[in-house]
């Protein structure tokens, strides 16, 4: 498919130019800068990024609307709506995410992370009384004018009415007749006694708190009718307290847009956006949203804007990107869209949501339009739309140009492979591999191609090389019909499993076939085992880090035990490990959802706290569960919590302790050899070594064969490097994955077979990053900078990685190449702001650049 992200030529200067923009431009600025690179960064698919990006938003975002859409955007992030007994309008505890905070104007960035003030009660509800004697009192005694409403004469005080608003003074004071008289008839202009009461106890006291819910309504009616700011101001506000679920929304939201009371709708909206993604499946939801006129509303009202428009079309997209709330949505966002990013972005999306409804000439006049826009990436999608209507070489000439005009990248050589034919064709998809491994498609069609020519074996070799390091659902679906194809019908049965665990609602077979449907066919040609067995094949699986033959059968134990929490959190646990962040959030809601008991709940929590970057807040849920009952899972989420900083001695050894008495709970061997993993390692870290050889020799003895990995770093410290090879050599005979330890190995071995192995691990596992840094270091020792320097390009290329950035700009520094060192040093603060090694490398390459020009 076509992306629907940002996707710049020149990602890194993209980065670099962000940064420079967030360090000058004024605060109220950046929250939007802060979105424009979420936008950027979407195509990384970097779950970690994401959310730093939308934090740093919501953390200079001053008004009310902004507040509110980011707020929600960062719980919906967390999937807080799949988790059982949580309201939209809950309180996490944060500022960040209060729904009473973002309904404040402006921002105190000195509190912003800070917990928030929900749980104290501002004012005491005894005091907001006043008894209906001193009312009456209050009337008897002021009273200089009356509104007559039909029979009804309702005193007041009129220099009190004079002050709600500019007319009434005018009325009142001024060279009207009403100023002469001491009774005004109010009977034709449709308000009720109860109302001019109302008008008149506010007048006096200055409060709405003290009526209903009905006569507040009215009230802010009335004051928007004749311009009754203050009044209106109340209103808005007190009616905003009210709004806490779906139905008090759809009964008062039409009230604050007709009033246009900014804080009632901004509250109406943020149950909306918090209900997400269920509300937009409610029609009457929809209508708020979706028409022209809708907007106009929100408009009037202060609440249409870019940002929140981009949040309802990507939920939209995510939901069904073929239908028409989502092709609605997105023409509003095109509509807020001023800046000539957002334009670029919505005319590119909604050229991708037309592609996929195969209007293809619809969707070229939107790519097209994107591309005026500048974004270059577009023209992939006016080449499909070209293709797709019969005009092959047409798109096939366009993408040339690209690929000439510009710095080549992979998807550039993977689109145009599609309008080739034959050899040429396969070496346009080698060349996108090559430039870009991460791209799935290249290995789908070679994989395909060898399976035509019966060449099957081969085939799945092919699909293989991207599924273990990038696990995606149409991978693996097309690796259980290659195993079908030849009849392994087990393999094909864990291929579907770990697919379903990845994406729950997978269809196969082109949309006709659940994934559920297949799963029950090949049961018939698969011996099935006890739960008993699958707990001995997951302690293998899991031992021989076999991850999707962990997912698989974790699959098949929760179809004969679903509530299970203890296999929902184990499953979250290697989806973490794997980087499939949504899915692993999902498992861990689950598995608190299904806990049996509190303790173990806010374990769950505790894990989503910490996932979430929520360190603090996971440590206070770790150790309440503590307290309720000592348990391995509560003090291995508090020592691992911990252990995420930098620690001083007395720190690490409080570690320890916790992994210490962690393994002395009850636990199975799968999580006990992990803490004696970690235990070996925090040892090592305090230079004990044969209390860490002692913690690895006992998790392998439990099957932990990561231990090898620790065992091998206690010989090397002990300058038995022999033994250090031998060690890690064992872990990659054993390994199903075993790209970290090639890597790893290569430093106890000699150059050229440090080399070899870095090469492997490189092959096996594109993403690492070590790999490319230590060969660049060694071309930089040779003196063959500018070979140093394309070897880390590569790699960032399709992985702008801070770490390299950080590197490159060094080795740009030392040839005197200072500009692109900045540039580099800025795209990585762009990533990581706080990063010390490159804000130190920054400020000298500037203070030389400087000096310089001088």
């Not at 003290?210 to 009754?228: D, N």
Request: a negative charge; aromatic letters at 8%; one cysteine or more.
């Amino acid at each position: 498919t076509i992306e629907p992200h940002l996707k710049p030529i020149q990602l890194v200067e993209t980065l670099a130019d962000l940064y420079r923009r967030l360090g000058t431009c004024l605060e109220s600025e950046k929250s939007l800068i802060c979105i424009e690179q979420y936008s950027i960064l979407s195509s990384l698919g970097d779950p970690k990024l994401l959310r730093r990006c939308l934090r740093a938003a919501r953390q200079h975002a001053f008004d009310v609307h902004s507040k509110v859409v980011l707020s929600a955007l960062l719980r919906y992030e967390r999937r807080e709506d799949e988790h059982d007994g949580v309201s939209p309008m809950d309180c996490s505890s944060f500022i960040l995410e209060c729904p009473k905070a973002t309904l404040e104007s402006g921002c105190d960035l000195n509190s912003i992370y800070d917990h928030c003030k929900c749980y104290q009660e501002c004012t005491n509800s005894a005091d907001a009384q006043i008894s209906k004697e001193d009312e009456l009192l209050t009337l008897e005694e002021d009273s200089d004018i009356s509104f007559c409403v039909g029979n009804e004469e309702i005193d007041c005080v009129r220099s009190k009415i004079a002050a709600l608003s500019t007319p009434f003074k005018a009325m009142l004071c001024g060279s009207f007749i009403e100023s002469k008289r001491s009774k005004i008839d109010f009977s034709q202009n449709g308000i009720s006694v109860e109302l001019m009461k109302a008008v008149d106890l506010y007048s006096r006291t200055k409060r709405v708190d003290m009526f209903s819910p009905k006569i507040v309504l009215e009230l802010l009616s009335f004051a928007e009718r004749f311009c009754c700011e203050e009044m209106k101001s109340a209103c808005d506000i007190h009616l905003a307290t009210f709004v806490n679920c779906m139905e008090d929304v759809l009964v008062l939201i039409e009230y604050g847009l007709e009033a246009r009371a900014n804080v009632l709708v901004a509250s109406c909206l943020q149950v909306l956006l918090r209900e997400l993604p269920s509300s937009l499946h409610s029609p009457k939801v929809m209508r708020i949203f979706c028409s022209s006129e809708a907007r106009e509303r929100l408009a009037s009202a202060g609440h249409a804007s870019f940002l929140l428009y981009y949040f309802l079309s990507q939920v939209a997209m995510e939901e069904d990107k073929v239908s028409n709330t989502t092709v609605m949505l997105l023409e509003r966002l095109k509509e807020c869209a001023t800046l000539k990013w957002q334009k670029a972005l919505a005319l590119h999306q909604l050229g991708c949501v037309w592609l996929e409804r195969l209007e293809y000439k619809s969707a070229q006049c939107y790519f097209e339009a994107a591309t005026e826009a500048g974004h270059v990436y577009s023209l992939a999608g006016i080449a499909r739309s070209r293709y797709k209507q019969g005009e092959q070489h047409s798109a096939y000439k366009l993408m040339n140009t690209l690929i000439s005009e510009y710095k080549a990248v992979g998807w550039m050589y993977q689109e145009r492979s599609l309008y080739n034919t034959g050899e040429n064709k396969i070496a346009d998809l080698n060349t996108a591999t090559e430039l870009d491994p991460t791209l799935s498609f290249p290995y789908k069609y070679r994989a395909v191609s060898k399976a035509e020519k019966k060449q099957t074996k081969d085939a799945i070799s092919e699909i293989d090389r991207i599924i273990q390091f990038k696990l995606a659902p149409d991978c693996l679906e097309l690796r259980a019909w290659l195993f079908i194809a030849i009849e392994d019908y087990g393999s094909a049965l864990r291929d579907i499993r770990a697919m379903l665990t990845l994406e729950p609602s997978y269809k196969m077979f082109n949309v006709r076939l659940s994934g559920d449907d297949l799963i029950d066919l090949l049961n018939h040609k698969v011996q099935q085992g006890s739960q008993a067995d699958c707990w001995l094949q997951l302690c293998d699986q899991w031992s021989s880090i076999d991850d999707i033959g962990s997912l698989a059968i974790i699959h098949q134990m929760l179809v004969n035990d679903p509530w299970k929490s203890l296999l929902r959190f184990r499953q979250s646990l290697l989806l973490l490990r794997l980087n499939c962040k949504k899915a692993a959030m999902r498992c861990l809601q689950l598995a608190c959802n299904l806990s049996s008991s509190e303790h173990e709940k806010l374990i769950y929590e505790g894990w989503i706290l910490y996932v979430t970057g929520h360190r603090e807040e996971a440590l206070a849920k770790a150790e309440k569960s503590i307290l309720i009952q000592r348990s391995f899972e509560a003090f291995f989420l508090k020592a691992y919590t911990l252990s995420d900083s930098n620690l001083d001695p007395e720190s690490s050894s409080y570690v320890i302790e916790l992994l210490e008495e962690a393994i002395r709970c009850p636990s199975d061997g799968l999580r006990k050899g992990q803490a004696l993993n970690n235990l070996g390692s925090k040892y090592v870290a305090s230079g004990k070594l044969d209390q860490a050889a002692n913690c690895y020799m006992n998790a392998l003895d439990i099957k932990h064969i990561k231990a090898h990995q620790g065992l091998a770093r206690v010989y090397s410290l002990r300058n038995q490097q022999k033994a250090a090879y031998a060690e890690l050599s064992k872990l990659i005979e054993k390994a199903h994955n075993n790209a970290s330890a090639y890597e790893n190995r290569s430093e106890y071995c000699d150059s050229e077979m440090a080399k070899n192995d870095l090469n492997m691990a490189t092959e096996l596992d594109p993403l690492r990053t070590y790999p490319y840094s230590y060969r660049a270091a060694v071309l930089m020792d040779d003196q063959k900078e500018t070979e140093a320097i394309e070897e880390l390009s590569k790699a960032i290329a399709f992985k702008p990685d801070v770490q390299m950035l950080h590197l490159r700009a060094a080795f740009y520094e030392s040839i005197g190449n200072l500009n692109s060192a900045l540039c580099d040093c800025e795209a990585a603060l762009c990533l990581e702001p706080d990063h010390i090694d490159t804000l130190d490398l920054y400020n000298r390459a500037r203070d030389q650049a400087i000096h310089a020009q001088q």
